[in-house]
T-cell receptor, first 116, second 109 residues
Framework: EAGVTQFPSHSVIEKGQTVTLRCDPISGHDNLYWYRRVMGKEIKFLLHFVKESKQDESGMPNNRFLAERTGGTYSTLKVQPAELEDSGVYFC??????????????FGSGTQLSVL | RKEVEQDPGPFNVPEGATVAFNCTYSNSASQSFFWYRQDCRKEPKLLMSVYSSGNEDGRFTAQLNRASQYISLLIRDSKLSDSATYLCVVAEAGGKLIFGQGTELSVKP
């Protein structure tokens, strides 16, 4: 069974440009999460989808970040316009049990974003 | 104050050593607790859940003290392959995970 896949694995862009990250969760997983790790800091929650609905977007840094999950399958995270402080590793994770806080999250290998 | 705080690393230990990691969390309403392992340039992977009664998985033992809001991980007879960053993770309602900064472990021959 395929795990959580993320694309691209690396992205290097200039400040002011737009980047779109994609995440394909494990098939059948209703819960999809985005997390981010900036250099020297802990991994931080960005948002949580249950199917196509945003359950919790309290971690989104600002309105330059837009996440979508049309149809409740894959998700995209767009950063527009990108700033230097957006650099970091963006992880996507999915889990099966709806609302179960004890459910294991499976992480993708992440997208390394570098904004120059 | 960080929501989840861990021992600063790195921990450099010889093979066969026993090593302990500690972690505290600030939200008393936190629901679930985990240790994740992250290898260099890889994604975090669940190592084990942590229960109030304490739980063991081979050489790994995890403990939770809800009154003190304290979590621990003990690794016995450490192997070279245990070298990684160990992340203390707390889950809130709805599955949102709060990560500690991680403690790097390096096991040397």
């Amino acid at each position: 069974e395929a795990g959580v896949t993320q694309f691209p694995s690396h992205s290097v862009i200039e400040k002011g440009q737009t980047v779109t990250l994609r995440c394909d969760p494990i098939s059948g997983h209703d819960n999809l999460y985005w997390y981010r790790r900036v250099m020297g800091k802990e991994i931080k929650f960005l948002l949580h989808f249950v199917k196509e609905s945003k359950q919790d977007e309290s971690g989104m840094p600002n309105n330059r970040f837009l996440a979508e999950r049309t149809g409740g399958t894959y998700s995209t995270l767009k950063v527009q316009p990108a700033e230097l402080e957006d650099s970091g590793v963006y992880f996507c994770a999915s889990s099966q049990d709806l609302g179960a806080s004890g459910a294991e999250l499976f992480f993708g290998s992440g997208t390394q974003l570098s904004v120059l | 104050r960080k929501e989840v705080e861990q021992d600063p690393g790195p921990f450099n230990v010889p093979e066969g050593a026993t090593v302990a990691f500690n972690c505290t969390y600030s939200n008393s309403a936190s629901q679930s607790f985990f240790w994740y392992r992250q290898d260099c340039r890889k994604e975090p992977k669940l190592l084990m859940s942590v229960y109030s009664s304490g739980n063991e998985d081979g050489r790994f033992t995890a403990q939770l003290n809800r009154a003190s809001q304290y979590i621990s991980l003990l690794i016995r007879d450490s192997k070279l392959s245990d070298s990684a960053t160990y992340l203390c993770v707390v889950a809130e309602a709805g599955g949102k995970l709060i990560f500690g900064q991680g403690t790097e472990l390096s096991v040397k021959p």
